[in-house]
């Protein structure tokens, strides 16, 4: 009887209310509304109809004003969900990559920075467990709409510490997260648009600022120090001048040869692998709302009557068996009954883990502005739990979530 009773408290009832009683008022308001005022004042007084057929012409514009409404209604309240997904790039491809391009969003590498001249401090990168230097994990260029003019352009920038014992259970003091805005005419990209790549190729940025900051040549953020010997090379920290120094700049340091040296994409072990990132709109069949009973055919799916959910759990088990060997965890008997029985009771795990993520499985990145966050576990806090913004206390709103999938890209070992 209890499952019949809903949870006022929960925040997706809430929600649903709110819609319901909008839908009723608009039901009533619109069509009530529009038929009196093009009845009595178009109809009757502008265009000399009788009575009769005044109510009957507004009749019919009511029927299609109201359609109009609540489809406008609908859209505003359920904004699409935008899919991001893995481009495994060419070495010789990666410039690609580089801000003069405006890239989709990225993962790994160094930062693609929209603004060239005002970056974060290092201090705004310290982890702030360690206070070591974060590595850049992702960004994404995320405009809309309804953003001001000088939000013409917009990216956010996502960095974490590399070090898994500073992450602690909901607890985000490791990672932090940038935005950057710009205005459609800005001194850093044309009015009509970046460079097209297949066009210039890997050219040089005529755009950069002569008095832009130095960027470190480990991590591609805000660099203050440089090497003392050659005094070419900028640094953030001394961490990242003795990790270059051990694996490509001692060998070319005060030498002419110092830039040959280099490669085309250098890389070295702090940063994570790079990618680029396409995106596309999320679609859900209309069967995938059919047939009520939902763990009736995710049972199925899952006994083997649907390839595709086999092929989904196998390679989860690899994946899940491999990190075991890996981590040297010893439980030999854990098999897949054993994670089904430990998430049984938690609705919110099945229907992440069986029903959109198996939709899309290869996704890295949900994007859904003013949206709700897919969660992973029924423990999660809800939304009206986020603490309003500091510096003007407006409430926050979900825009985008990172996906499991991202951990098998960046090629890391150990997880926090």
């Known amino acids: 009887m209890d499952d019949l009773i809903p949870n006022l408290r929960d925040e997706r009832v809430q929600g649903a209310v709110k819609n319901l009683l909008v839908y009723s008022i608009v039901i009533l308001l619109v069509p009530l509304g529009s038929m009196f005022l093009l009845k009595q004042f178009l109809f009757e007084d502008i265009f000399g109809y009788t009575s009769d057929d005044a109510l009957t012409f507004s009749a019919v514009i009511a029927v299609i004003l109201v359609h109009v409404v609540l489809c406008l209604w609908l859209f505003a309240a359920n904004p699409p969900v935008y899919l991001g997904f893995c481009h495994d790039l ?31 401090s290092t201090t705004d990168l310290q982890c702030g467990v360690c206070k070591k230097a974060m590595c ?23 960095f974490i510490c590399r070090d898994q014992r500073c992450s602690k259970r909901n607890d985000a003091t490791n990672m932090a997260v940038f935005r950057c805005c710009l205005p459609r005419e800005n001194p850093f990209y044309s009015f009509d648009g970046p460079l097209d790549p297949d066009l210039v190729g ?13 960027l470190c040549e480990i991590c591609g953020c805000y660099a203050s120090k440089k090497c003392g010997r050659c005094g070419v090379v900028w640094y953030c920290c001394r961490d990242h001048q003795a990790l270059d120094w051990t694996s490509l700049h001692k060998d070319g340091c005060g030498t002419n040869t110092l830039s040959e040296a280099l490669p085309a994409n250098p890389s070295n072990s702090f940063l ?16 995938f709302f059919e047939n009520g009973d939902d763990d009736e055919d995710d049972d199925e799916c899952f006994n083997g009557n649907c390839d595709e959910a086999d092929d989904v759990e ?18 030999e008997r854990f098999e897949i009954e054993d994670i089904e029985a430990a998430v049984s009771d938690q609705p919110n795990d099945l229907r992440f883990e069986r029903r959109y993520l198996d939709l899309n499985c290869e996704q890295i990145l949900r994007y859904q502005r003013s949206g709700n966050p ?26 985008f979530q990172l996906m499991p999938r991202l951990l098998s890209l960046i090629d890391v070992d150990q997880l926090g």
Not at 93 to 109: A, V, W
Not at 202 to 214: E, F, I, K, R
Not at 272 to 287: L, N, R, S
Not at 314 to 331: D, G, H, P, S, W
């Open 272 to 287: 994570f692998k790079e990618y680029g990132i396409e995106m596309d709109q999320e679609y859900v069949p209309a069967k």
């Open 374 to 399: 897919l969660w992973a576990t029924d423990r999660a806090p809800t939304l009206n739990e986020a603490p309003p913004c500091e510096k003007c206390g407006a409430a926050r709103h979900f825009e």
């Open 202 to 214: 890997n050219t040089s940025d005529p755009y950069l600022p002569v008095d832009a900051p130095n």
């Open 90 to 120: 060419e070495t010789d491809n990666l410039y690609r990559l580089r801000r003069i391009f405006l890239p989709l969003g990225k993962i790994g590498g160094k930062p693609s920075w929209l603004n060239p001249k005002i970056l974060p």
């Open 136 to 158: 850049f994990l992702i960004q994404i260029y995320a405009t809309h709409e309804d953003d001001p003019s000088s939000a013409f352009h917009r990216a956010l920038f996502v």
């Open 314 to 331: 196998r390679r989860n088990m690899i994946e899940f068996e491999r990190y075991l060997a890996t981590n040297k965890v010893k439980n």
